[in-house]
């Protein structure tokens, strides 16, 4: 379980949103990066089963 | 009695404060140093093509790209340790971990996740002596240049160079599946171009290297012994540059490219040597020399690559 950190205060709504914000960003490029890497670990192994 | 909108509101409290510093994506990015990566991906892309034989296009671009991940694991690992020198020198200060954008500890997870992920991805998808070497170049890079020779010697520049002269190597090798005499020749190639390369904009950029703490040549020997060993390096790389063609391994693109290049740039970097300028602005011949050395290995490799692809 994660600790709190007591000299970190609370976010403001402002910081919040932009925390979010972050978040949402991060999780959409990880997605996009989780769909590129399905194609090509597919392309990579039609290569390698049609070369052997 | 607690009512449950009190409870989302606590937890939503204890998450936020607990993880404040999310890195965003840009700065992730950042910490591969992507406008390095850029030799890096061309070197290796040029040691792809000029190898003999033929790599098919998915594989091809899978190498590349492990090669990719693996430069900005190394380069993510290099910034989690330095970033106590990183915040002392202006030029680095607002790197995400310095300007406290990101915690330590993500960027030292990510550059450990990026090495194994890239290793591993060149060692299934490719072949394993080259995801070996990738792998050796990244602890070479990571360990042997910026835990202990960066902050120990003035050498530090010339034995560390050697992690960006992998590249080719790797590329070579994911075509071969071997080593030969070319590739090592290319390796030397970019061995030998780092130390002028590096030195000569070290000698004119006000770099507070030294207030950091890290001897670079031209704070630890002079200006002067620097120019010197910038001249005699230039002359081991003319001999490097210029083996494949001697030794008939490459075509005559190659070989009157290489032998033009190697003789303006070992003109300029004699130029260098024999310049006593102490002021950093009036240091014209130092300023050529570097901006020449980037055109001369993009130059190098692409004549390289020209001569593989034009006369094969």
Known sequence: MSEIDPDKKPMTPEEQKAYQARQKQRALITAGLLFFLVVLFYLITVVKISGS | ?312
């Open chain 2, 1 to 312: 009695m607690i009512k449950p909108t009190e409870i989302i509101e606590t937890e939503m409290t204890i998450v936020t404060t607990s993880s404040y510093k999310l890195a965003s994506a840009k700065d992730l990015f950042a910490l591969t140093k992507p406008r390095v990566m850029s030799l890096v991906i061309f070197t290796a892309i040029c040691g792809l093509l000029a190898a003999p034989g033929s790599i098919h296009p998915v594989l091809g671009f899978t190498a590349i790209l492990a090669i990719s991940l693996g430069a900005g694991a190394s380069a993510a690992l290099n910034q989690w340790y330095e970033r106590d020198i990183d915040a002392v020198m202006k030029r680095t200060a607002n790197r995400p971990l310095p300007a406290g954008r990101m915690d330590s500890e993500t960027a030292l997870h990510f550059g450990i996740g990026l090495a194994v992920f890239s290793v591993v991805l060149m060692g299934l998808a490719v072949n394993w002596l080259s995801a070996s070497i990738l792998a050796f170049s990244i602890f070479f890079y990571a360990v042997v240049y910026t835990i202990w020779l960066k902050r120990s010697t003035p050498q530090n520049i010339v034995i560390g160079g050697a992690a960006g002269a992998f590249p080719p190597v790797i590329g070579w090798a994911a075509v071969t599946g071997d080593i030969s005499l070319m590739p090592v020749l290319l390796f030397s190639v970019i061995f030998f171009w780092t130390p002028p390369h590096f030195w000569a904009l070290a000698l004119f950029v006000n770099s507070d290297y030294s207030k950091a703490g890290v001897p670079m040549m031209p704070v630890v020997a002079g200006r002067q012994s620097t120019r010197r060993q910038i001249a005699a390096y230039s002359v081991i790389l003319a001999i490097c540059a210029i083996a494949p063609f001697a030794l008939d391994m490459t075509g005559a693109i190659y070989g009157t490219v290489a032998i033009v290049l190697s003789v303006i740039f070992a003109f300029l970097s004699f130029r260098v040597g024999l310049s006593k300028t102490e002021e950093p602005s009036k240091m014209k011949a130092e300023k050529h020399l570097f901006s020449f050395s980037i055109f001369y290995l993009f130059a190098l490799f692409g004549a390289l690559v020209a001569d593989r692809v034009i006369l094969a």
